[in-house]
Structure formats: structure tokens, C-alpha cells
């Protein structure tokens, strides 16, 4: 080794482009500090988000909090009708409302892809902001991390959201009775279909478009209005099947549907039989099913249909004693019993 030259040999490479993110902007210096000032923090611009602190202190005087987390890998980032960041947000909304809470504070954590555009990272925090104020609530804390090139498919967003309990119903599967009607707030599959058709490249004769909305209007509406709401679920991953057959197993109770009441758009009917996929498997971001009991479903259901997000609210099926079970009366006039899929048939649709 030459002693007239140093043992290493330190470099600070000027970044590859101004237009994408880079891993400098994940190291904690100069180009880490624009980012967060420049780009993610005057799009969450309020007190406690730019408080300097890397926790928040939240005020919450109810006794009863609700705690959800969630992360999103949905690809493409953007989608029609939606994308990463709006889904983020209200994604996590929406867990805290099927809790019967109401959404308060969310924090963001984004793990960003060397190379992302920066274009289409300020979009979709831009679409965050929107989202949070639609939703009322405000992203009081956060992180971001750089991870190489290929490590990231270009971006992923991990949430937490606090909520506070809103009146004394325990809204839960242990709370369904036999008797109780299944309200079911909308359309279904078409957040699955209109992630599947960007990612591949499909065109339909009539374009499809996520479902992605805040259930606030709909679900604090019916509260408000003292609806004996036995159990709230959004029908997100594995559609709505799946999530009815999670509630009929956990309440110990069996649970009939009816395949005509059922609505699908002719869009996305005709693009899952196209594809050989089913409805009912497929995931929805702003579709949700009530259970109440059955001298409440008529003003139930008149309640949310005064909402858009659930103006088109259907009773689709009961609750009766019985092995667990989801059962389908299919419009063919057979009865058959609904199962969980052995895979997944659209991957990362969320």
C-alpha cells in the first residue's frame, strides 16, 4: 500500500437523475433531507406531521381505541379509479370503521425503489393527502426507506391507524345472531378486475373501475341512526366468499347467500367469464357487508342507500343455526356450499 495515498477512498456520486428517487435519498443526508421536505411532507402538511419528532402525541380522550395496520404491494401502482396511496389510506380506514371506530390518525411508512420516478411518487402522496382529507383523518407520523434497484417493485406503503369507538355496540362475529339478514353495501369485483386489466394490458368494451372509497358516510350513518349493527367486514382479499365464510366459522353459525341478488356490473361479469374467474372470489376497496338483525334491515338498508358509496345496498342472504358453513342458492335453482380457494386467482391486487 502507497503511503502517500489514503486506505480508502470515500466518493459522494452525484445522483443518476433528479427526476427518481435514489439510494442517497434513503441515507440520511442532504438528498434524504429534500426528500422528506420537499416532497412527502407538504403533501401531510399539519402540525403534528411536521413536528420534527419521530413519534406522534396523539390527544384521545375515548377509553375504547381501536389499533389496525395494514401494508400495501398492490401492482400497478396506479390503477383506474385509484391507486397505491388513496388505497393505503382507505384501506386502513376502513379496517377501523368495520370495528365500529371512528378513523382518527393514520401513519405512513413508504419503502420506495431506487428509480422511481419522483413524478409518480409526489402523485401518489398527493392521492394519500386527498384521501386523508376525504376520509377526516390526518397521517400524523411516518419513515421512508430506499432499497436498491429490483428490491422493491416501486413502492410499498405500510400503515397503522387508530381509531376511537363510536358508542357501546360491540360490533364483532361473535356478536352475529341466528335470524340476522346479510346486507351487502354494493357491486362486487371491481377493484380486482380493474387492477388485473391495467397490469396486462386488457380493454374492455366498457372500462372498469376500482371501487376504492372511504366507507365513512355509509358506515357512521347507520351508527348514528342506532341500527343494531351486529357485524361489519369489508370484502377486500378473497372477495366477498371468503370473508362471509370467515364470519360463519367464526360465529359458529351457517350462512346462506343468493346468487341473483347478488349485484356484478355486466363489465366485470363478463370480463371474470372471460378469464374463468368468479365474482364472488374477487377483491372489492369499497364494498362492505352489514349484519343486523332481521326487524332492522328494511331502515338499514334505506340508510345506506342514501350514501353513494352504498346507494346500491341489497339484502343477499341470512343467518341460521347450523354447521358452519356458506351456502349459495345459485340462480340455476341449485343450493351448494361455498369454499375457500386452494390459490390465489389475481395476486397483488392490494
Do not use: W
Not at 109 to 122: D, F, K, N, T, Y
Amino acid at each position: 500500500m502507497s503511503a502517500d495515498k489514503p486506505p480508502f477512498e470515500y466518493s459522494c456520486p452525484v445522483p443518476a437523475s433528479a427526476d427518481t428517487v435514489q439510494l442517497d435519498h434513503g441515507g440520511g443526508g442532504q438528498l434524504a433531507h429534500q426528500l422528506l421536505h420537499e416532497v412527502i411532507l407538504p403533501r401531510f402538511a399539519n402540525e403534528i406531521a411536521a413536528s420534527g419528532h419521530d413519534s406522534a402525541m396523539l390527544d384521545l380522550r375515548n377509553p375504547r381505541v381501536a389499533f389496525t395496520t395494514d401494508s400495501f404491494v398492490v401492482n400497478p401502482l396506479e390503477f383506474p379509479g385509484g391507486d397505491i396511496g388513496k388505497l393505503a389510506v382507505f384501506g386502513t380506514v376502513n379496517d377501523l370503521l368495520m370495528a365500529g371506530a371512528l378513523p382518527r390518525h393514520i401513519s405512513c411508512s413508504l419503502i420506495i425503489e431506487e428509480g422511481l420516478p419522483l413524478a409518480v411518487l409526489r402523485r401518489i402522496l398527493q392521492s394519500m393527502a386527498t384521501a386523508a382529507g376525504e376520509a377526516g383523518v390526518t397521517i400524523v407520523t411516518g419513515d421512508t426507506k430506499v432499497v436498491e434497484r429490483g428490491h422493491g417493485d416501486g413502492l410499498f406503503i405500510n400503515t397503522a391507524g387508530i381509531g376511537e369507538r363510536i358508542g357501546e355496540i360491540v360490533i364483532a362475529p361473535q356478536s352475529i345472531r341466528a335470524g340476522d339478514c346479510i346486507l351487502l353495501s354494493g357491486d362486487i369485483a371491481r377493484h380486482g378486475i380493474a387492477v388485473l386489466a391495467q397490469r396486462e394490458g386488457m380493454r374492455f368494451d366498457a372500462p372498469v373501475d376500482s371501487d376504492c372509497a372511504s366507507l365513512l358516510p355509509a358506515v357512521s350513518a347507520l351508527l348514528d341512526e342506532n341500527i343494531e349493527v351486529h357485524c361489519l367486514r369489508d370484502a377486500t382479499r378473497g372477495g366477498l366468499a371468503t370473508i362471509l365464510l370467515e364470519l360463519a366459522e367464526i360465529s359458529g353459525l351457517c350462512f346462506a347467500i343468493d346468487e341473483e341478488r347478488i349485484p356484478v356490473a355486466d363489465a366485470v361479469r363478463g370480463a371474470c367469464e372471460l378469464l374463468g374467474l368468479d365474482p364472488l372470489y374477487i377483491a372489492n376497496e369499497g364494498c362492505f357487508v352489514a349484519i343486523v338483525p332481521a326487524a332492522q334491515a328494511e331502515r338499514a338498508l334505506a340508510v345506506m342507500r342514501a350514501h353513494s358509496v352504498s346507494e346500491q345496498s341489497v339484502l343477499i342472504g341470512q343467518v341460521s343455526e347450523g354447521a358452519p358453513a356458506l351456502m349459495l342458492n345459485a340462480a340455476t335453482g341449485t343450493r351448494r356450499q361455498l369454499r375457500r380457494l386452494t390459490g390465489q386467482p389475481l395476486p397483488r391486487i392490494c
